[in-house]
């Protein structure tokens, strides 16, 4: 007897469909928010947000940075909650990501945005939650209810969305073709079962995950499902930021988990991974490339910047399995007694 999909496997493969129509429904919210630079010609983006949500924004920001120019400031949501300390924020826009829009500091930190004269753009999952009712524009990521403790969809739908407004902002018309393929790619990821990426997982207790860019961000992501569903210590670095003080702890076997793109980093994360591998780095890499190491090929969207968000979707699934083979159950917190918020 076959056992029925795991919520997390079943909210992983709705990840195509919900982006696919987010991004339809949503074109008008892309469009607003362009007029708005257009108008307001803003020389920061702040963001807030946290968990799953604040690697969304971490995606946001290299993009923002690559293609607008404009800084992105990460705020700490205690900074309003907590320290109560006015913001100056002249011409920025504030954008909040969050899966809930209920967290009592993420709607403070949007408060005191809005106070210290920015515009603010809520990235939500419930609009009609405290976030989005306060927000003077709200995008909404259309995700529905998602019951597994571990964000998939919702986190692939915030990024998509964040890509969204970078590329409206931009007019960037590689990002646009890539976002214009980005359901298509994420419905065609393929896994195999006890592949080698898996397989490893299942057996050890500690690794690196490494990205560079828009795919650093996604290495943050990975770690944080690594450890809160399968009981991994996971570590995401830059691959630049590996080759220092943590390249120290790789010994023969030591698993890294790469996210690589045909992107302007491509060439220095192959020579990182080379070195890692000389030194006895087990290296096992998740692209849409063709690379010399153990791999989970995922489909191309077009876009180098976009390609990661697919990758993830395979990570996705073999993090699933993965925690299933370790004697977990995907769909519930590892620690019962611990009370979570929802972000």
């Known amino acids: 007897m076959?056992?029925?999909?795991?919520?997390?496997?079943?909210?992983?493969?709705?990840?195509?469909?919900?982006?696919?129509?987010?991004?339809?429904?949503?074109?008008?919210?892309?469009e607003e928010i362009a007029g708005l630079f257009a108008s307001r010609k803003p020389a920061l983006i702040s963001t807030c947000a946290r968990g799953s949500s604040d690697h969304a924004a971490t995606?946001?920001?290299?993009?923002?940075?690559?293609?607008?120019?404009?800084?992105?400031?990460?705020?700490?949501?205690?900074?309003?909650?907590?320290?109560?300390?006015?913001?100056?924020?002249?011409?920025?826009?504030?954008?909040?990501?969050s899966q809930s829009g209920a967290s009592p500091d993420i709607v403070a930190m949007q408060r005191a945005a809005k106070k210290g004269g920015a515009v603010t753009v809520a990235v939500v999952n419930v609009t009609d939650s405290p976030l989005g009712n306060e927000a003077d524009i709200v995008l909404g990521i259309g995700a529905g209810p998602e019951k597994s403790v571990a964000a998939t969809k919702s986190f692939i739908a915030s990024a998509a969305a964040l890509a969204?407004?970078?590329?409206?902002?931009?007019?960037?018309?590689?990002?646009?073709?890539?976002?214009?393929?980005?359901?298509?790619?994420?419905?065609?990821?393929?896994?195999?079962?006890?592949?080698?990426?898996?397989?490893?997982?299942?057996?050890?207790?500690?690794?690196?995950?490494?990205?560079r860019g828009p795919s650093m961000a996604i290495a943050l992501e990975a770690a944080l499902k690594a450890k809160e569903?399968?009981?991994?210590?996971?570590?995401?670095?830059?691959?630049?930021?590996?080759?220092?003080?943590?390249?120290?702890?790789?010994?023969?076997?030591?698993?890294?988990?790469?996210?690589?793109?045909?992107?302007?980093?491509?060439?220095?994360?192959l020579q990182a991974l080379k070195h890692l591998?000389?030194?006895?780095?087990?290296?096992?890499?998740?692209?849409?490339?063709?690379?010399?190491?153990?791999?989970?090929?995922?489909?191309?969207?077009?876009?180098?910047?976009?390609?990661?968000?697919?990758?993830?979707?395979?990570?996705?699934r073999i993090i699933e399995a993965v925690t299933r083979r370790r004697g977990f159950n995907p769909d519930k917190p590892l620690n019962l007694n611990k009370v979570t918020e929802t972000v």
């Not at 919520?7 to 008008?28: G, I, R």
Request: charged fraction near 15%.
């Open 2 to 30: 076959t056992a029925s999909p795991t919520l997390m496997l079943q909210e992983t493969e709705q990840a195509a469909s919900v982006v696919a129509k987010m991004l339809k429904e949503q074109k008008p919210v892309f």
């Open 59 to 97: 995606f946001f920001k290299y993009l923002a940075e690559i293609q607008l120019g404009l800084p992105v400031a990460a705020l700490g949501p205690s900074v309003a909650s907590v320290y109560d300390a006015p913001l100056q924020l002249g011409s920025a826009v504030h954008f909040t990501v």
């Open 164 to 211: 969204g407004v970078i590329a409206a902002v931009s007019k960037n018309n590689e990002m646009q073709n890539g976002l214009d393929h980005l359901a298509d790619a994420l419905a065609a990821v393929q896994v195999d079962a006890g592949n080698a990426l898996e397989n490893t997982l299942a057996e050890k207790q500690s690794l690196f995950i490494g990205g």
């Open 229 to 269: 569903t399968s009981a991994i210590h996971a570590e995401a670095f830059s691959l630049a930021e590996l080759m220092h003080g943590p390249m120290r702890l790789v010994e023969k076997g030591f698993p890294i988990v790469a996210f690589v793109s045909q992107d302007q980093a491509y060439q220095h994360n």
């Open 277 to 316: 591998e000389s030194i006895g780095g087990n290296i096992l890499t998740i692209s849409p490339l063709d690379l010399p190491w153990s791999q989970i090929k995922t489909p191309a969207t077009g876009s180098a910047l976009l390609d990661p968000l697919v990758s993830l979707g395979a990570y996705y």
